[in-house]
């Protein structure tokens, strides 16, 4: 598990995570600047939720989900959650 999972350093849980920042974007189906917003903490209070909310759920999925998932976002897709 990432070793900065519960911190604020929103680009480090992502970088822990093996994203890249295209990936991340395309994943959340955003633009690549708001998401450079989130991480640098510029970004708006919701956007930061937001992003927060949806490291925390990719930090739950398995080796193999996330592998799966960001491959789909390499290609363009959004990250889709599974139940």
Do not use: C, N
């Not at 480090?12 to 189906?29: N, P």
């Not at 992003?51 to 976002?73: C, F, M, P, V």
């Amino acid at each position: 598990m990432p070793s900065r999972r519960h911190s604020a350093d929103l680009r480090g849980r992502r970088q822990d995570l093996g994203i890249g920042v295209r990936d991340m974007a395309a994943g959340l189906g955003i633009e690549m600047g708001r998401l450079l917003a989130m991480e640098d903490g510029t970004a708006t209070v919701e956007d930061q939720t937001f992003y927060r909310t949806w490291l925390s759920s990719i930090e739950d999925w398995s080796a193999g989900e996330r592998h799966h998932q960001q491959k789909s976002a390499s290609a363009g897709l959004r990250f889709r959650i599974r139940r």
